[in-house]
């Protein structure tokens, strides 16, 4: 059990890392094509997860 509680932190971890990066390349790329939008829209989708792996921090 414990083993498993390391692994989800460490994902939490990476997860607010990509948050970060996520920040940064919706900012750049929303306002642009519509590919742009759909990356942005997927981007937005891992700060929710990121919100999500908080607790496990």
């Not at 929303?30 to 981007?43: H, I």
């Amino acid at each position: 059990m414990g083993e498993a509680v390391t692994q989800v932190r460490e994902v939490a971890d990476h997860l607010q890392t990509l948050v970060v990066q996520a920040n940064m390349l919706s900012l750049k790329y929303e306002s642009e094509s519509n590919r742009g939008l759909k990356l942005a829209w997927l981007l937005r989708k891992v700060k929710a997860l990121s919100i999500r792996a908080r607790p496990y921090m």
